[in-house]
C-alpha cells in the first residue's frame, strides 16, 4: 500500500468524520455544558469507537452483515433506540439553566470515555461505510501491520477531530452563546439526535 493511497484511505475518513452526525451534536453539547475535559474524555470514545468499526470493517463485517442481515437490522434497532434515549433525556432537562463550571460536577472521565464510545459503537453503519472505503481502496495484498496503522490512524483521526470541537465548544464564549439559548438548542439537537435514531433504525 502507498504512502498516497493510505493518505488517501485517511482523507476520505477524515472527511466522514467532520460531516454533522449523532457524535458531533453530543460533542457540543457536552463540551458546552460539562467542559473541555469531559468532553476530551467524550472524543476519546468516539476515536475507540471508529476503531472498532475500522477493524471490524478490516475483518470482514460488512461482509458478515450482508450475509446476515437479521444481525445488521438488530444492531441498527439498538443503535437508533440508544439515540432515542439520548434525545428524550435531552428534551427533559432542556429547561434546566446551564450550569457555571465549577458549581456541579461533570460526569467523569471515564463515564463520558463511555458514552463516548457506547455512542458510536451502537451504531453500525460506520462498518458499512469502512467496508465500502477498504474494499474501493486498501489492496488486498496489503500487509497486516499497514491494515493496523491505518485502523489506528482513523481512531486518531476521528478522536482528534472531536477534541478540536470540544476545545471551540467550550470556550467561555461559546458557552454563553449556548447558555443563552440553552432550552431552545437542546430541544432543537434532541430532535436531531431523535431524526437519527430514527433514520439508523429504518434505513
Not at 3 to 32: E, I, Q
Not at 81 to 97: D, K, Q, T, V, Y
Amino acid at each position: 500500500m502507498t504512502p498516497a493511497l493510505f493518505a488517501s484511505v485517511v482523507l476520505v475518513h477524515l472527511l466522514a468524520a467532520m460531516s454533522p452526525g449523532p457524535s458531533f451534536v453530543v460533542c457540543v453539547r457536552t463540551a458546552a455544558s460539562e467542559g473541555l475535559r469531559t468532553a476530551l474524555a467524550l472524543s476519546a470514545g468516539f476515536g475507540l469507537g471508529a476503531g472498532l468499526w475500522a477493524a471490524g470493517a478490516m475483518a470482514g463485517l460488512a461482509l458478515l452483515f450482508e450475509l446476515i442481515p437479521p444481525l445488521f437490522t438488530a444492531l441498527k434497532v439498538v443503535g437508533g433506540l440508544f439515540l432515542l434515549w439520548i434525545a428524550i433525556g435531552m428534551w427533559r432537562h432542556a429547561p434546566e439553566p446551564l450550569p457555571q463550571l465549577g458549581e456541579t460536577r461533570p460526569r467523569s472521565a471515564w463515564a463520558a470515555f463511555r458514552f463516548g464510545f457506547l455512542t458510536y459503537a451502537t451504531n453500525p453503519k460506520p462498518a458499512i461505510f469502512f467496508g465500502a472505503v477498504f474494499v474501493g481502496l486498501v489492496p488486498a495484498e496489503t500487509p497486516l501491520a499497514a491494515r493496523a496503522a491505518l485502523v489506528a490512524v482513523i481512531a486518531l483521526n476521528e478522536g482528534l477531530w472531536y477534541a478540536l470541537v470540544s476545545r471551540v465548544f467550550s470556550l467561555p464564549k461559546a458557552r454563553a452563546a449556548y447558555a443563552r439559548v440553552k432550552a431552545r438548542i437542546d430541544r432543537a439537537f434532541g430532535s436531531l439526535i431523535a431524526v437519527f435514531g430514527l433514520k439508523i433504525t429504518f434505513t
